[in-house]
Every structure is written in C-alpha cells, then in structure tokens.
C-alpha cells in the first residue's frame, strides 16, 4: 500500500502557555507503545522547555531522541535546521516510530506543513495530524484584543470581522489549521468559560473539530495518535491569515533574556512577575532561578499573570547558580530597562 512505511509526526501547536509541554511529558510517559521522539522549537535562547522534557525521558523516549531547535520559528529555518532535526531523527537506531514536534507559542502551523512537502523527506514522512491547544481561560476572556469587551461586540455584529490583533491572528492559524483541539485548564476557566472558549473556537475553525477538554495534558494517546490526517495532502483546507504571502513575519513578537541574582523566597520573584505581566502586557516568562540555601534550581513558568513554580532538578557542580528568564511579549511592550527594573532587585538601570 503506498506511503504505509511513512513515519508519522504530530504537531503540537498552541499559545503561549497553554500547556505543549505537559502534554508532551504525559505522551513521553503513555506511548502508547510507540518508540517517541520529539522536536522542541524555543523562541528565545533559553532551553527550559527541552530541559524539563530531556528530565522526563524513559526508554520509549531516550534524551537523544529529544532535539531543540533555538534558531527562530522552525517554518522559517527550513532548510538549515528542520530538514537536518528530521533526518537525524530517521537515522536513528532503533527509529522512532512517531515524532512529536512542539512549535514555538508563536509560530504559524501552516507553513510548517508546507516543509513536509520537501523533496529530501516528503516520500518518508507524513503529518499524522495537528494538534492546536488553546488555554480555556484566556480564549474566554478574549485576550486577543487590546478591547476586549468592544472587540466582543463586534464579533457578535460580524460574523465576517477581521481581527487585527496579532494574537488573534496566531489562535485563528492555529485553530483553522488544526485536526483536534485540546482545550487546556478547563477548571480554571469554569463552565461558563469553558462554553465560551468553545464559542470562540467554533468560530474559528473553518470546519467541525473536536475539542477536548483536558486537564495537566492528560489525554488518552490513542485519541490524538494514530489519526492519519495526512495534513500535508489538504493545506488548502486549512486557510490562514498569510495565505498569498510569500513568508511571514514575527516582527510583532519580542523576547528578551534576562540574568537574575539569587532569591531569598520564590514568592518575591513571583511578585515581580506577576508586577511585570499586569504592568506592562508581558505574554510569558519562563526560565530558572536559584534561591537562598535550596540545592534545587527553581524552574519557572509565567502566563500573564499567572505563575507557577517548581523545583526541577539540583544545580550541578559546574555551574554557577544564575538565574535567567525569558521574557516574551509584543515588540512594543518590550522594554530592557523597565523589564531589568522590575525582575531584578536593586537593579541598576542604565541610562
């Protein structure tokens, strides 16, 4: 049967923090049987979300079957980094028999799909389907708009309005290119919220999907594995914002690295963060920390203004204790001075 030995690849797409790499973690640890390997795409030049997965490998998914790509959006470094990443992956021995590829919050799945038509891997490889996740809450509460309640008034006048907002843009791609939608942190968002958030997904897609309601990334494999969409053979069917552009850009997204000294308590960090993200329309901070007397290294991860915290792993000895957060949000909200100000205590601002 023709294509049958094709080796399969999901992926797995989704706003800023609306949960890729728990999913990840939990099919790493349910495979269902399947020998996985996966490819992590970082925006920014911090590797937290390859870390906690290479921290999370077992036998159906061995650290060297986890690549990083750090170089900017995987639909754009084609050539240089995508194309090698897969082909090293087939090379393996034994070969993976199904490949996750997490893309970075910010990256449109489309042209992705468009690299799998590539001649060096198209007869070898096929995009088993795309999962695009959408965090419950936040689609609720429309934060793809700076408006949000005027915007909510004209969506409901014009079934037809465009979105200008550039997170709109990137949560309507992501949805119209999806085959399931996973719709994260149900109980944060509560039953009313969840019901908007599916109002606002439905109106998106340009086509019935099945949205499933999943908590810490715990999903069945067999529902989102295995679905042989093929997604390369029916670009077509999934429309995007950049259809007719020859590339895209993600000029309308920043991010910036920022060292930070020791923290006496977690929770003074976290304030700092949670000051941030209201203050000034950060989207996601995410990185480590190392804090007073803890042999531990402090990992981070901040939504807006929500933020969690865990200890991940101990500081090895050839390393100094350094804490650094990446810090991401739209072009014209970064702002080294002010993000230093806040994150760092006692900072000096340079002039």
């Not at 908007?196 to 309601?213: F, G, N, Q, T």
């Amino acid at each position: 049967m023709p294509g049958i030995e094709k080796l399969p690849v999901t992926v797995i797409t989704g706003f800023l923090g609306s949960g890729k790499t728990t999913l990840i973690t939990h099919l790493m640890r349910n495979p269902g049987g399947r020998r996985l390997a996966v490819v992590v795409n970082e925006f920014g030049d911090i590797g937290v979300d390859g870390e906690i997965l290479k921290g999370c490998a077992i036998p159906d998914c061995p650290a060297e079957n986890i690549m990083e790509l750090a170089n900017g959006c995987i639909c754009c470094t084609v050539a240089d980094d995508f194309i090698p990443t897969i082909e090293a992956l087939m090379a393996l021995d034994p070969r993976p028999d199904h490949i996750l590829i997490e893309t970075s919050g910010l990256a449109l799945p489309k042209p992705l799909l468009k690299a799998f038509d590539w001649p060096d891997i198209r007869s070898r490889i096929t995009v088993d389907g795309v999962i695009a996740l959408a965090d419950a809450e936040a689609v609720a509460d429309g934060r793809f708009a700076p408006d949000v309640a005027r915007v909510d008034a004209q969506r409901a006048a014009d079934d037809s309005l465009d979105h200008e907002t550039p997170l709109s843009e990137v949560f309507e791609d992501q949805i119209s290119c999806a085959d399931i939608v996973l719709l994260t942190k149900p109980d944060l968002a509560g039953p009313d919220g969840v019901a908007r958030a599916r109002a606002a997904i439905a109106a998106a897609a340009p086509r019935d999907l099945p949205v499933i309601e999943v908590a810490e990334g715990t999903v069945d494999p067999r529902v989102i594995l295995g679905i042989g969409a093929a997604a390369e053979d029916d670009i077509d069917a999934r429309p995007s914002h950049h259809d007719g552009a020859d590339d895209h850009e993600h000029d309308d997204f920043d991010s910036i690295v920022i060292p930070i000294p020791e923290f006496a308590d977690p929770a003074d960090l976290v304030a700092r963060i949670t000051t941030l993200a209201a203050r000034h329309n950060i989207l996601r901070v995410k990185g480590y920390a190392a804090i007073t007397g803890k042999p531990m290294r402090l990992l981070v991860q901040g939504v807006g203004v929500r933020v969690r915290h865990q200890y991940d792993r101990p500081w090895r000895a050839d390393e100094a204790r350094q804490g650094r957060l990446v810090v991401i949000a739209e072009h014209d909200d970064i702002d080294a001075n002010t993000i230093r100000e806040i994150l760092v205590p006692d900072a000096t601002v340079a002039g």
